[in-house]
């Protein structure tokens, strides 16, 4: 027992730099917390009548003073927590019961062997001994502390079941699995969000066989690995996922099934993938759960409702863009994200032009270099269709317009991507007409790619 405790001071001792640095971590998470409060505290003015002067109010220094002694005291007990788990998952690898009760074993040449065995353990990745003092085993120890509100016995119970729950399930050897067959329709590419967090899209449907439903779950937690691995788990660095659950395929009479495969993939990252989940964004829901989601969410606080966006299949591609540029939307949603793209990349520029109700609204392309061929991708967002026209108009006068496509209505949500040669100067022209009362916004991006004519190819 000696010797163990004297592994564990040591441990102690070489995380004093850890320490500075979550001291800093802290430091900017509670000046977020006190600019909020402050925000919160301050009168608005609300009613004309009002005489407060937003401008010139000013807080009396004990107010002040008493969210400062506020969020001081917040800040220390979030730190002292977060010493105080170090240093129970330390003595827990030491003392070789991380997976649960301590071991019966004392000493021997096998107990030395698990401990040094622990000691290597990772979880997504990262290193769990924080005598090992990477960058990543806070971020995620904060992960757990956080959902149990810095209890920290709480929160060693949760890793200690999350990491038994892994071995068991076999979670870190699951990228290895092959579980596309089944599944060939269900995956799509990772995408991110506006501040950078990975957006993997899954899809929910109906699926039969209890054998088969075990085999959804495994694919979703297969999906959740790959997207965790996007992660850098580092002060300031994105830590957590924004997720995209398409239900599709969730319409028909049996319902029964898919609650129960919803229930148990909600349980399963609630309990073992703490704080991984920034936002779930579910798509084309189903009347029954559309109805479902709010009612219940009426029994929640708004911290937890904050966690969810629900879109009915009339409003999925204009809520998606709220939180995904449309370049990284894939166009199955609307977007402009496609597997394989040789003609555009993240990068290219995407513009929005708005058509106003009952109207006409032009795009004009110009394509001033002849010899090339011009790409361009367009989609309709809003609460209506609009029927739409591409040509091209030649600038030289003598020359013939040629008219490429005039769809009667283009569907809202449906990315298109169409090119053209040109042969000389001009310019290509969409024109969008919404006969409804309604605005609609399209979203469009273009580019010029050096191009040899089939003529040219052939005569060689």
Known sequence: MGKKRE??????????VQDQNMANLFDYEIALQVQEGHEKGCPSQTNSDQETDEETFEEPPSVR???????????????????????????????????????????????AKAIEQLKEITLWGVPLMPSKRHGGTDIVLLKFLEVKDYKVLEALEMLQRTLKWRKEFKADEIMEENLVPGFENLTYQNSSD???????ANQYRILGSEEKREKFLRWRVQYMEKAIKELRFQPGGTNSIVQIIDMKHAQ??????????????????SDHYPHLIHLNIIINVPLWYYISHTFSSRLKTQRKKSKIVIARPGKVTSTLLKFIPPENLPVEYGGFKRDNDDDFSPEDKVSEVTVRANSFEHIRIPAPQAGVTLVWDLTVVGSCDVSYKEEFIPDDEGSYKVLLQNEKEKKKGEGVRNAFYISEPGKIVITFDNPLLKKTKVLYRYKTKPTVPIYVLNKK
Request: glycine content about 8%; proline content about 5%.
């Open 7 to 16: 592994n564990i001071n040591k441990a102690k001792e070489s995380g004093q």
């Open 65 to 111: 003073e008493d969210r400062r002694n506020i969020a001081m005291r917040m800040k220390e007990r979030k730190f002292k927590a977060l010493v105080e788990f170090r240093c129970r998952v330390e003595d827990a690898i030491l003392g070789d019961y991380l997976f649960g009760k301590p071991s019966n074993k004392v000493g021997g040449e096998d107990n």
């Open 194 to 200: 506006k501040d950078g967090h990975p957006v993997p």
């Open 252 to 269: 028909g009479p049996t319902t029964k099934e898919l609650r129960s495969v919803c229930r148990k993939s909600w349980k399963l990252f």
